[in-house]
């Protein structure tokens, strides 16, 4: 039995292997090849880099790289490899031939959940590092110019002081690092899921495997939420040229298209930090969706209790 032959594996992860195709496929190949290069794969199974590299990290315990970084099965990969070859309801020819989605499936995928623009991130030490801080130093201009700091997924207006919103927006990406920890770990049941392995390592099976990815995740995140600062860029346009975007401050309408502006700037940043959170807390698309829901649910509720406080 497949349950049996993975007892060092939580139960979540056995679901999770067997739910979707693409893994069991990722599993299946590596086991027949015995190592595999990234491209070999990717081109043997048909799929794109980003999703490729996506589901490679949701087998991190069953598949591995040697020294010259080609993939390879780890002992609890090799047992559940050996049981899915076994198992009387799976048949490799289905795994290993599917339906190729179509052009405009691949356009859509990649535009309304970016898998592609983590892939660079986490797998390059240079990207890893120059993009958020080239996008950090951006976002602290832009907010500066204009006057606003961020609160989660809305701004708010401030005081001009340079090393104060420099800092609050750093505290920022703290702050939706830390809600996304957490609420990635509550709603992958984590915490209230049984069965096999201690708490901590079902923790960890959803954030805090490594300080490395913990690093690459919150660097990752500061890209994820550089389209938020649309938002900021369209005030300073409109400043800087008069070219009068914005009506009046403190007028009806002054809200009313301030908010259509914000609005438009958050609904571009959704996508990319549901996508951050699902490639790097390991959650599939729905419920890392759900996530970024709640967290602009946050945003909001904290954003109408700072106004009603002023």
Known sequence: MLLTAIQERSEDDLVWLLRYKTRRRILLAIGDAGKIS???????????????????????????????????????????????????????????????????????????????????????????FILPALGFALSSVLLIYTRQVPILLHFYPVHPNPFLIAGHLLLNAVFIYSLATVISILFSGAILRGGEGSFLNRIKGVAWSSIQDEAKFFSSLIVAILPLMLFPSILAVNKLFGLGLIPVEKTPLYYQIRDIFLIISQVITLPFLTALIAYGRRLNGTTAALVTLVIFFISHTVYQLLIIGA
């Open 38 to 128: 990234a491209t070999a794969l990717r081109d043997s199974l048909k799929i794109s880099t980003g999703s490729l590299y996506y589901n490679l990290r949701q087998l991190r315990g069953f598949v591995t790289q040697d020294r010259d970084r080609n993939y390879v099965l780890t002992e609890n990969g090799v047992r559940a490899y050996k049981a899915l070859k076994e198992k009387g309801t799976i048949s490799a020819a289905d795994l290993m031939e599917p339906k190729k989605p179509s052009r405009a499936t691949e356009i859509l995928n990649a535009i309304f959940f970016p898998l592609w623009l983590y892939t660079p991130l986490y797998e390059q030490k240079a990207v890893t």
